[in-house]
Nanobody, 125 residues
């Protein structure tokens, strides 16, 4: 089982940027896609982005495409989510998840078997 720890959340003004980090321990992400999801109060958890195990393929929700960038550092066993042009509707708890062994564009929430505890992102003036 891999342990995932997210960090980098906080309060930011609309239009600002944040970089979230997902650090893994226990085992490596070899051959597994890693994803970011988010959940706002009163809403279901939703997909944000996924990156392949090699880092060469990424997939994004339409709502964040062009504003968010997911990447991974294989040597550090870490995945990042760079968020720019943030909007109030991006406010949520952000979770990273590991374990999907499907093509990244087909990874669903149920395909991930390891989840972090989440980090709060609040976009407000």
């Amino acid at each position: 089982q891999v342990q995932l720890v997210e960090s980098g959340g906080g309060l930011v003004q609309p239009g600002g940027s944040l970089r979230l980090t997902c650090a893994a321990s226990g085992r490596t992400f070899t051959y597994e896609a890693v994803g970011w999801f988010r959940q706002a109060p009163g809403h279901e958890r939703e997909f944000v982005a996924t990156v392949s195990w090699s880092g060469g393929t990424t997939y994004y929700a339409d709502s964040v495409k062009g504003r968010f960038t997911i990447s991974r550092d294989i040597a550090k066993n870490t995945v990042y989510l760079q968020m720019s042009s943030l909007k109030p509707e991006d406010t949520a708890v952000y979770y990273c998840a590991a374990g999907c062994r499907r093509v990244v564009s087909t990874c669903q929430s149920a395909d991930f078997n390891s989840w972090g505890q989440g980090t709060q992102v609040t976009v407000s003036s």
